[in-house]
């Protein structure tokens, strides 16, 4: 796995865009980077994955850069519900180990 | 659509005593399944890991085991519960195989406590 450096902490206004960095300097070409958010007390959920391009789903967006070494997982207009731990984690396709880091927590405030 | 069940949500143990929590995944086939725990203010810890029947992958030394005895059920046992097994314990699915494999699924979670 591609090892990833984030932020411990950030703040969002709510109704703001909230933009959340990850670091993955050492990731390979076959290695997508995937975004997790976990909501205290609730399992991790799913947010959004890609490779090269950006991605964007209902959810949030993906922005790779073109060197693949850093990304950027940005909810719109973030909300209260938003406030969460949120991992970004390195990894093959095919592969069955998946780890988590510790994460940023983002809490977003009225 | 695949749903993922664990049970028991909740469950308070005496040292000492043996511990079962079970996960199954409905709505698809030869899934990779995982148990994570999380420690109170902690982060994910992958336990076990399994790519099929009767095939676990243990991440770290504990006082916990896995089974597989079904393609989409996974068992998470102790014979012999600690204080420090205390904890969050998830279940998750991913599908085998693919370019985004490691696009996990998760249950609600068990959350144990030992006294």
């Known amino acids: 796995d591609a090892k990833t450096t984030q932020p411990p902490s950030m703040d969002c206004a709510e109704g703001r865009a909230a933009n959340l960095p990850c670091n993955h300097s050492t990731i390979s070409g076959n290695e997508y980077v995937y975004w997790y958010r976990q909501i205290h007390s609730q399992g991790p959920q799913y947010i959004i994955h890609g490779l090269k391009n950006n991605e964007t789903n209902e959810m949030a967006s993906l922005i790779i850069t073109e060197d693949r070494k850093s990304s950027t997982l940005i909810l719109p207009h973030a909300t209260l519900r938003d406030t969460a731990v949120y991992y970004c984690i390195g990894k093959s396709g095919g592969y069955q180990k998946v780890t988590f880091g510790t994460g940023t927590k983002l809490q977003v405030i009225p | ?37 999380q420690a109170a203010g902690r982060g994910l810890q992958l336990l076990f890991y399994s790519v099929g029947i009767g095939q676990i992958s243990s991440e770290v030394p504990q006082n916990l085991s896995a089974s597989r005895p079904q393609d989409r059920q996974f068992i998470l046992s102790s014979k012999k519960l600690l204080l420090s097994d205390s904890g969050f314990y998830l279940c998750a699915w991913s599908v085998r195989g693919m370019t985004g494999g490691a696009q996990l699924f998760f249950g609600e979670g068990s959350r144990l406590t030992v006294l």
């Open chain 2, 1 to 37: 659509s695949q749903t993922i069940h664990q049970w028991p949500a909740t469950l308070v143990q005496p040292v000492g005593s043996p511990l079962s929590l079970e996960c199954t995944v409905e709505g698809t086939s030869n899934p990779n399944l995982y148990w994570y725990r």
